[in-house]
C-alpha cells in the first residue's frame, strides 16, 4: 500500500513544535502526546513523515539549525557596520528574540548536547556535524573582520569561531540556570573588547 502523500506545511509545523518543546522539556522530558498536541495532527501523521522519535529529533536539530544560520547570515549581511560590530549587533538581536520568546528562540544544540549527545551515532553525527556548520559560518564572518582590520589577526580565523561558539553555547546554558539574557550581554561585551585589534579596545 502506498503512503499517503504527505503535506510539507504540516511537516514544517510539527518540527517547529518540535523546537519549542525539546527547548522547554529536553528530548526525554517530551513526550509524543505532547507533539501531536502541539501541533494538532493524528499519530498517524506523524509517523507518515517520522519513523521514530529518534529520527523526529534529528530532523528538528536539522531544521533548528538551518532556521538559524539563515537569520545570523542575514542579519552580518544586512548590516552597515564593519564585521566585528555587525556580529556584536546579532547578538543583540538574538538577545531580544530570546527576551520575547526563548522556547523558540535558544539554539538547541546547547540544550540537547549535554542530554542526547552521546546517546547515538545519529545523535551524535548531527549535534557534531551541525556545530561544525556553525563554526564554518562563524569562521568566514572572522575572515572578513581581519581582512577589513577590524578584528584581531595575532589568532587563525578558526581558532577564533571555535572560541566563540564554546563561549556562546557556555552563554546560552547560564541564561536557563539564572533565567537572565545578562550572560549573553556580558559575551556580547567581551568578545567585542577582546577581539579588537591591539590598541583599538574601544572599536575605532
Known amino acids: 500500500m502506498n503512503r499517503p502523500k504527505r503535506n510539507?506545511?504540516?511537516?514544517?509545523?510539527?518540527?517547529?513544535?518540535?523546537?519549542?518543546?525539546?527547548?522547554?522539556?529536553?528530548?526525554?522530558?517530551?513526550?509524543?502526546?505532547?507533539?501531536?498536541?502541539?501541533c494538532q495532527v493524528p499519530k498517524g501523521s506523524f509517523y507518515n513523515y517520522f519513523e521514530s522519535k529518534e529520527q523526529f529529533a534529528v530532523e528538528v536539530l536539522a531544521y533548528h539549525h538551518q532556521q538559524e544560520d539563515e537569520k545570523w547570515a542575514s542579519r552580518i549581511d544586512e548590516s552597515e557596520e564593519n564585521q566585528l560590530e555587525a556580529m556584536r549587533k546579532a547578538i543583540y538581536l538574538f538577545i531580544k528574540d530570546y527576551e520575547t520568546d526563548p522556547e523558540t528562540a535558544c539554539s538547541l544544540i546547547p540544550t540537547l548536547m549535554g542530554e542526547i549527545g552521546n546517546a547515538t551515532d545519529s545523535f551524535r553525527e548531527i549535534?557534531?556535524?551541525?556545530?561544525?556548520?556553525?563554526?564554518?559560518?562563524i569562521e568566514e564572518d572572522f575572515e572578513k573582520a581581519q581582512k577589513t582590520g577590524c578584528a584581531r589577526n595575532d589568532l587563525p580565523p578558526r581558532q577564533l569561531a571555535k572560541m566563540f561558539?564554546?563561549?556562546?553555547?557556555?552563554?546560552?546554558l547560564r541564561c536557563k540556570v539564572e533565567?537572565?539574557?545578562?550572560?549573553?550581554?556580558?559575551l556580547a561585551e567581551t568578545c567585542y573588547i577582546l577581539l579588537q585589534p591591539p590598541g583599538r579596545a574601544d572599536g575605532k
Request: net charge negative.
Open 179 to 186: 533565567a537572565s539574557t545578562q550572560p549573553l550581554r556580558d
Open 165 to 172: 561558539w564554546d563561549m556562546w553555547q557556555g552563554a546560552l
Open 8 to 38: 510539507e506545511h504540516n511537516r514544517e509545523k510539527i518540527l517547529q513544535a518540535g523546537v519549542e518543546l525539546f527547548n522547554k522539556n529536553g528530548y526525554h522530558g517530551t513526550g509524543l502526546k505532547q507533539i501531536l498536541d502541539a
Open 127 to 137: 549535534i557534531r556535524y551541525s556545530c561544525e556548520q556553525i563554526i564554518d559560518c
